[in-house]
C-alpha cells in the first residue's frame, strides 16, 4: 500500500543554517506529493507541494523536488530562521486519500 | 472566506460517554475528511465524505466511530463509549468540488478521555 516515511526528529539547527529533512515514499500510482507544516496547538498549514515527476514546489524559502526515480521529496531551506520553528509532514495523494508521514519537528536556534 | 472550522477545540470524557466533534468545511468545499493524531504520530486517515455519503471509512475503527456529513449543518464526527485510547487530537480538512488535490485542515478537537 502507499506510504510516506520521513527522518525522525527533533532536528536542531541555529539560525541561517541549511535544512534537509528527507522523505520517501511508496505508492502504486502517480501521487501528488505534499509538505504540510504545524505549529504548536494549531492545524496542518501547505507549505508547499508537486503533482508530477520532476515538478519543484517552493513557498517561504522552502523547496522541494519530485523525484520519482528515487521516490523522494526531500524538503529544503537554505537559510532557516526561528519563526520556521515547527513540525514539518511529508504526505502524498493518491486519488482522494492523503498519507502522512509521522512529522519530523524542527528547532531552530537564535 | 473563513478556513475550516472545527469545535469544540478542547473535550474532556470520562470513560463510557458520547463524545461529538463538529466540523464546517470551507465555503464551496464538498469534501470533508477526518484525521486522528496520536501524540508524536502523523496524522492517519480516518474517513471521507460528501454532501450525504460515506465515500471511503477504510480508517474508521470497526466499532464505537461514526461519521455523517448532512445536506445541511456541519459534519459530526462520534465517538462512543470513548475509551482512554481514544485520547487524540481529531483534525477535519475539506477541498473543493471535483478538486480535491489540496486539502485545507482546521485547528483540530483535543479529545482527552479521563
Known amino acids: 500500500g502507499d506510504s510516506v516515511t520521513q527522518m525522525e526528529g527533533p532536528v536542531t539547527l541555529s539560525e541561517e543554517a541549511f535544512l534537509t529533512i528527507n522523505c520517501t515514499y511508496t505508492?502504486?500510482?502517480?501521487?501528488?506529493l505534499f509538505w504540510y507544516v504545524q505549529y504548536p496547538g494549531e492545524g496542518l498549514q501547505l507549505l508547499l507541494k508537486?503533482?508530477?515527476?520532476?515538478d519543484k514546489g517552493s513557498n517561504k524559502g522552502f523547496e522541494a523536488t519530485y523525484r520519482k526515480e528515487t521516490t523522494s521529496f526531500h524538503l529544503e531551506k537554505g537559510s532557516v530562521q526561528v519563526s520556521d520553528s515547527a513540525v514539518y509532514f511529508c504526505?502524498?495523494?493518491?486519488?482522494?486519500?492523503?498519507?502522512f508521514g509521522s512529522g519530523t519537528k524542527l528547532n531552530v536556534k537564535p | 472566506n473563513a478556513g475550516v472550522m472545527q469545535n469544540p477545540r478542547h473535550l474532556v470524557r470520562r470513560r463510557g460517554q458520547e463524545a461529538r466533534l463538529r466540523c464546517s468545511p470551507m465555503?464551496?468545499?464538498?469534501?470533508v475528511y477526518w484525521y486522528r493524531q496520536l501524540p508524536e504520530e502523523g496524522l492517519k486517515f480516518m474517513v471521507y465524505?460528501?454532501?450525504?455519503?460515506?465515500?471511503?471509512e477504510s480508517g474508521m475503527p470497526k466499532e464505537r466511530f461514526s461519521a455523517e456529513f448532512p445536506k445541511e449543518g456541519p459534519s459530526i464526527l462520534r465517538i462512543q463509549q470513548v475509551v482512554r485510547g481514544d485520547s487524540a487530537a481529531y483534525f477535519c480538512?475539506?477541498?473543493?468540488?471535483?478538486?480535491?488535490?489540496?486539502?485545507?485542515f482546521g485547528p483540530g478537537t483535543r479529545l482527552t478521555v479521563l
Open positions: 504526505a502524498l495523494r493518491d486519488f482522494n486519500k492523503f498519507y
Open positions: 505508492a502504486t500510482g502517480y501521487p501528488s
Open positions: 508537486a503533482t508530477k515527476a520532476d
Open positions: 465524505l460528501q454532501k450525504e455519503n460515506i465515500i471511503d
Open positions: 465555503k464551496g468545499h464538498s469534501h
Open positions: 480538512a475539506s477541498s473543493p468540488p471535483a478538486v480535491a488535490d489540496t486539502q485545507y
